[in-house]
């Protein structure tokens, strides 16, 4: 049990660090030091750095899909509602002080080769949001739309701190909702 939670541990600690200055600036000796473990425990559990951003990686889009789309889509909450608390989450996440904008987004850019297995979680992580907004509007062609809404309003909430993007974001979800 002790091995599987420093993997998490490190996992976590990688994300933070990952998240605050990027993929490529961050290297193993850093994740080591933050994490307060042995170089030999790191290579235990990861083969490489790129093991360890697939990893953030894929517990980003556990904690989403667990923790926000799964309760929502379970929920008796009409269509509009659980839109409205997708972005309620949203904005939580846009206004705690761990927010440093998209790991996904910073992943497209600091990871462009797509064969890149990076590139397959974030092809993952969109197909998921993608596959909760067509199943909650039972439509691909809104889903998409609405999409493109969610991502920019991720990229307005780092520039601007949050604040206002959520609310930007529902008022034009609502717009396009009554199309």
């Not at 998240?19 to 961050?26: D, F, I, M, R, T």
């Not at 889009?61 to 509602?81: F, H």
């Not at 997708?86 to 206004?95: D, L």
Request: net charge positive; proline share 3%.
């Amino acid at each position: 049990m002790k091995t599987h939670s420093k993997k998490i541990d490190i996992i976590q600690t990688a994300s933070k660090l990952f998240n605050q200055y990027g993929y490529k600036a961050v290297g193993i000796d850093r994740i080591i030091q933050e994490s307060k473990i042995a170089k030999m425990t790191l290579y235990h559990h990861f083969k490489s750095k790129d093991e360890i951003v697939l990893d953030v990686l894929g517990e980003f889009i556990r904690i989403l899909s667990e923790e926000v789309l799964t309760p929502i889509s379970e929920s008796d909450l009409t269509a509009p509602k659980k839109l409205k608390k997708f972005i309620e989450n949203y904005h939580e996440w846009f206004v705690s002080p761990d927010f440093y904008g998209c790991p996904f987004h910073k992943a497209m850019a600091e990871f462009p080769d797509k064969n890149h297995p990076v590139q397959m979680k974030i092809k993952e992580h969109h197909q998921l949001l993608m596959s909760f907004f067509t199943k909650t509007t039972n439509s691909k062609k809104l889903a998409s739309k609405i999409l493109l809404v969610v991502e920019g309003s991720v990229i307005q909430a780092k520039i601007t701190s949050g604040t206002a993007a959520s609310n930007e974001a529902w008022t034009i979800i609502s717009c396009l909702l009554k199309t």
